[in-house]
């Protein structure tokens, strides 16, 4: 029904930046939120920033305030993730989520919360 399609991901020195876009397909998508995570190899799925789509309020990990920015473009069925002063730390796959409803939103911290997901993309933060 709906689908997620991440991009930017790349290769970017520690202290660099990039951004990440998250395309979603359908001109009626109108999700409640929608979030970004990270997974690297042999580690858990981790919360990174979330976003109401109505009103636009943002929620970040610590790991990542003052760093990263999320964003969205409802007329263009868009989300960002702006990342500065990346670190090796940084490095993984990251996803971009929609919660559809608030039916099982409890915050938007959990990936269970969350109803579709796009395929990923690779960030890795070179020493």
């Known amino acids: 029904q709906v689908q997620l399609v991440e991009s930017g991901g790349g290769l970017v020195q520690a202290g660099g930046s990039l951004s990440l876009s998250c395309a979603a397909s359908?001109?009626?998508?109108?999700?409640?939120?929608m979030g970004w995570f990270r997974q690297a190899p042999g580690k858990e799925r981790l919360f990174v920033a979330g976003?109401?789509?109505?009103?636009?309020?943002?929620d970040y990990a610590d790991s990542v305030k003052g760093r990263f920015t999320i964003s969205r473009d409802n007329a263009k069925n868009t989300m960002y993730l702006q990342m500065n002063s990346l670190r090796p730390e940084d490095t993984a796959v990251y996803y971009c989520?929609?919660?559809?409803?608030?039916?099982?939103?409890?915050?938007?911290?959990?990936?269970?919360?969350?109803?579709?997901w796009g395929q990923g993309t690779q960030v890795t933060v070179s020493s």
């Open positions: 989520a929609a919660a559809a409803s608030m039916d099982i939103y409890y915050g938007g911290r959990a990936g269970y919360e969350y109803d579709y």
């Open positions: 359908g001109r009626t998508f109108n999700p409640y939120a």
């Open positions: 976003i109401k789509w109505s009103g636009g309020t943002t």
